[in-house]
């Protein structure tokens, strides 16, 4: 049997690539910290004799004993809101974390997958973005502890490729959506379906022209699996390129949600990227990938599961306004 160590298991992304490896028979060692990540997740695994939790920081030295055939690195803050209250975490996962399950993989000789982002463009002057474009972070703003420690990333998983032969795998993640999000991360598609159940206003930052494209979780996660399988380590993106103003997106919560409420306006946050759309010819070329769910199909799919929270899991969100640290 296949062993893989999946870190950030309890997150978004780590707990369906969990569930992903477990239905392809591996041996699933799930490892997180808990800051971000919440083992509601996955507790549905822990019945299952191949699967394990391991409660554990990787910015400390990491041990796994046995084997090990695939690593997948996917712990890390992944939201502006917890970029802005856990900053130096944040450099420190992708930094030192990083190196430390590199040096893992070295150790084990296994194949190793980095999860980078959309993010290392900063807001791109190159639309849509491909993968050759070096991007445009400011590396002192709010966003630059996690851009910084994304590109640092990469950086190190191509020297432990090229220095050490490690095999490594690099993908960049475009705003991804589905089951599981955390409510209060501040995230554009839980806040607005969170304000809706909730009866409150949609809150669009700026005047709302900035643009995303999102990709449900079902199709990323099948772009990661292929790209782990595949013998390409140069970094690919997984995204889906149906791209969509922030203004047009709220009135499509507003129909799909049936809420009665309106739209208001908030400041921009500092540096949030004016326009993002992933271009995936080499997924398309190398991974055979394309994404297969539209947003229309994922998007009833997320708010059925927000709606599945309780009044009380609800009422904890946190609102996102950088309006007063923007000054
Ligand atoms: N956004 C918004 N209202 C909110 C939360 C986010 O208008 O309540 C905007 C945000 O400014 C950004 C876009 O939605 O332009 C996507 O934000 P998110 O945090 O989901 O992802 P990221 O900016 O990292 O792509």
């Given at each position: 049997m296949k062993k893989i160590l999946i870190t950030g298991a309890a997150g978004f992304l780590?707990?369906?690539?969990?569930?992903?490896?477990?239905?392809?028979?591996?041996?699933?060692?799930?490892?997180?910290?808990?800051?971000?990540?919440?083992?509601k997740n996955i507790e549905h695994l822990?019945?299952?004799?191949?699967?394990?939790?391991?409660?554990?920081?990787?910015?400390k030295f990491v041990h796994v004993p046995g084997k090990l055939d695939y690593i997948l690195h996917f712990a890390s803050p992944a939201s502006p809101i917890d970029y802005l209250k856990i900053p130096i975490q944040t450099l420190k996962v992708g930094a030192l974390g990083t190196h430390n399950l590199l040096g893992l993989a070295r150790e084990k000789k296994a194949r190793i997958l980095i999860a980078s982002t959309s993010e290392i463009y900063g807001d791109p002057l190159v639309h849509p973005q491909t993968e050759e474009y070096y991007g445009n972070v400011n590396t002192i703003g709010p966003r630059g502890v996690y851009d910084e420690a994304k590109r640092f990333q990469e950086s190190i998983t191509m020297a432990y490729h090229r220095f050490?032969?490690?095999?490594?795998?690099?993908?960049?993640?475009?705003?991804?959506y589905g089951p599981r999000m955390r409510l209060n991360d501040g995230r554009v598609i839980p806040a607005f379906m969170g304000q809706a159940l909730r009866g409150e206003d949609l809150t669009v930052f700026g005047d709302g022209s900035q643009t995303r494209s999102f990709c449900y979780v079902d199709d990323e996660i099948e772009g990661i699996y292929r790209l782990l399988m595949s013998d390409y380590s140069y970094p690919v993106n997984i995204g889906n390129p149906n791209e969509i103003t922030i203004k047009d997106f709220?009135?499509?919560i507003i129909k799909l949600t049936g809420t009665t409420q309106k739209v208001i306006y908030k400041d921009l946050p500092q540096d949030d990227p004016l326009q993002r759309q992933p271009d995936i010819s080499k997924a398309k070329e190398i991974l055979g990938w394309e994404p297969k769910v539209g947003r229309a199909e994922g998007m009833k799919k997320t708010f059925d599961y927000?709606?599945?929270?309780?009044?009380?899991?609800l009422k904890k969100t946190e609102h996102r306004d950088f309006s007063s640290r923007n000054k």
């Open positions: 780590g707990s369906h690539l969990c569930d992903r490896f477990i239905n392809e028979g591996f041996h699933v060692i799930a490892m997180d910290n808990l800051i971000t990540g919440d083992l822990f019945k299952l004799e191949q699967f394990e939790f391991y409660h554990h920081d990787v910015t050490h032969g490690l095999e490594t795998r690099i993908v960049r993640i475009f705003n991804t709220a009135e499509e927000f709606k599945t929270l309780s009044k009380k899991e």
